[in-house]
């Protein structure tokens, strides 16, 4: 049923991707809605656990059609709330972990368990899953999770927006 939904969800990506390029014109001239759209999508695409989908061309696509920061800061408010499943999924399977993985994973991160999920929720690596579930495993503060998860998708997609603002017409 897992492989169904992820199906789904890549699938929902792809027409979503296909619609914005196909209606470009029709989305400037209702920009709150599409930048609901890019918020649901980018939950959708981050709401999968462990399927590598990316919201970055998502967010890179939308903010060539309306305004670059709301579509960032929605694309990574978006991308936030989807990584909260994996987040879940840490917190109620916790038992599925082995013990020892736990104590070797709480003596690494130790102290610094927000910095590791700034960093990888900055990094555009398809591993935040893991560390998503690994920080509701170690029974992290769930809010302070979004917010440290949020500031980092917030960074990372405003840096590709940029990039994409600025290279994209060098190539044009």
């Keep these: 049923l897992k492989h169904g ?13 296909l619609l914005a390029w196909l209606v470009k014109d029709k989305i400037e001239q209702h920009m709150a809605i599409s930048a609901l759209g890019v918020l649901v999508i980018c939950f959708l695409a981050n709401a999968s656990v462990l399927l590598p989908s990316s919201s970055i061309l998502i967010v890179v696509e939308y903010s060539m059609l309306i305004n670059p920061l ?10 936030a709330l989807g990584e909260m499943t994996g987040f879940y999924v840490g917190r109620y399977g916790r038992k599925a972990v082995p013990g ?41 503060n769930a809010l302070k999770f979004f917010g ?3 500031t980092g998708k917030l960074i990372k997609m405003l840096c590709f927006v940029w990039l994409a603002h600025e290279l994209l017409p060098l190539l044009g």
């Design 70 to 79: 709301l579509v960032a800061f929605c694309g990574a408010f978006g991308a």
């Design 100 to 140: 020892k993985f736990m104590k070797w994973v709480k003596v690494r991160m130790g102290s610094h368990k927000c910095l590791v999920v700034l960093l990888f929720s900055v990094l555009p690596l398809p591993i935040f899953d893991i560390v998503g579930m690994l920080s509701g495993a170690m029974r992290m």
């Design 5 to 17: 939904v992820d199906i789904v969800i890549v699938f929902c990506l792809l027409l979503f991707g």
């Design 148 to 150: 440290i998860c949020f």
